[in-house]
């Protein structure tokens, strides 16, 4: 058991161009949830995944943001045209089942510049 | 909008002591509860879980939850300095999504 791993592990991009984040998630979990976090503050729900499936997006998700996870394996988060806003960790983390316990990858430090 | 609330601190507890952290939060069906430990710079790493009403305890770390006042705490027994960190209070959606939902993090400092 590896854990989840997220790459990059930081990111360093001019305001409007576009990033992709990857995340591997446990093996067989079949959970797998986005988070960004800003400093002070706890990490805030994105979006996540059954499987392959989408199933909740944030409000706060604006039309820049997409997800995948493709046969319901590792999953990608897009971030286009971006702004400095958008500075943060980008947490993926990923669960057995609906309820129990998820499990952090190392995060994905984000600088829009 | 579901809320989690906790005191984001300084707690400041000397080397030895009992640290106790609390959380509320708003959404009265939930089933699922973590805590979790984040140092600087770094990810949320799991301490524990809890489902019941009652005491868990694991090691140094007892949690303790309690439904009806919506309510949950961690208690650190013996702190050392390798505690301090940020204490991230984690609660389960109800309605079938079971999404974390996160609090803001409690700063625990343990002075030696």
């Known amino acids: 058991d590896t854990g989840v791993s997220q790459d990059p592990r930081h990111k360093i991009t001019k305001r409007g161009q576009n990033v992709t984040f990857r995340c591997d998630p446990i093996?067989?979990?079949?959970?797998l949830y986005w988070y960004r976090q800003t400093l002070g503050q706890g990490p805030e729900f994105l979006t996540y995944f059954q499987n392959e499936a989408q199933l909740e997006k944030s409000r706060l998700l604006s039309d820049r943001f997409s997800a995948e996870r493709p046969k319901g394996s590792f999953s990608t988060l897009e971030i286009q045209r971006t702004e400095q806003g958008d500075s943060a960790m980008y947490l993926c983390?990923?669960?057995?089942?609906?309820?129990?316990?998820?499990?952090f990858g190392q995060g994905t430090r984000l600088t829009v510049v | 909008q579901k809320e989690v609330e906790q005191n984001s601190g300084p707690l400041s507890v000397p080397e030895g002591a009992i640290a106790s952290l609390n959380c509320t939060y708003s959404d009265r069906g939930s089933q699922s509860f973590f805590w979790y430990r984040q140092y600087s710079g770094k990810s949320p790493e799991l301490i524990m879980s809890?489902?019941?009403?009652g005491d868990k305890e694991d090691g140094r770390f007892t949690a303790q939850l309690n439904k009806a006042s919506q309510y949950v705490s961690l208690l650190i027994r013996d702190s050392q300095p390798s505690d301090s960190a940020t204490y991230l209070c984690?609660?389960?959606?109800?309605?079938?999504?079971?999404?974390?939902?996160f609090g803001r993090g409690t700063s625990l400092i343990v002075h030696p």
């Open positions: 984690a609660v389960g959606a109800s309605g079938g999504s079971y999404i974390p939902t």
């Open positions: 809890i489902y019941s009403n």
């Open positions: 093996s067989e979990h079949n959970r």
């Open positions: 983390a990923s669960s057995s089942h609906p309820g129990t316990e998820a499990f």
